[in-house]
Nanobody, 114 residues
Framework: QVQLAESGGGLVQAGGSLRLSCAASGRTLSGYTMGWFRQAPGKEREFVATIRGSDAGTAYANSVKGRFTISRDNAKNTIYLQMNSLKPEDTAVYYC???????WGKGTLVTVSS
């Protein structure tokens, strides 16, 4: 059984940075596209970024492009989300996922204060 465990969330001031990690266990996921999604209070879950397993190609939501960077370390079966220039509107629970396989983590809360 695959488990995804997010970490690295917390409280940060606007303009600050955080680095989220998502460690996978139970199966090697190096060949799969993995992604980050977020859900703000009272809103639907939305796409943030993905990274392909085949060539590490990335894609980003327009709202985070240029501020967030997704990466992966296949040796550690882990993906990361480096978040810079954080804004209050980035406040949300952040989830990592292997959408094609239906695997989701439980999420980590990021709160950005103004």
């Amino acid at each position: 059984q695959v488990q995804l465990a997010e970490s690295g969330g917390g409280l940060v001031q606007a303009g600050g940075s955080l680095r989220l990690s998502c460690a996978a266990s139970g199966r090697t996921l190096s060949g799969y596209t993995m992604g980050w999604f977020r859900q703000a209070p009272g809103k639907e879950r939305e796409f943030v970024a993905t990274i392909r397993g085949s060539d590490a190609g990335t894609a980003y939501a327009n709202s985070v492009k240029g501020r967030f960077t997704i990466s992966r370390d296949n040796a550690k079966n882990t993906i990361y989300l480096q978040m810079n220039s954080l804004k209050p509107e980035d406040t949300a629970v952040y989830y990592c996922a292997v959408v094609a396989m239906g695997y989701w983590g439980k999420g980590t809360l990021v709160t950005v204060s103004s």
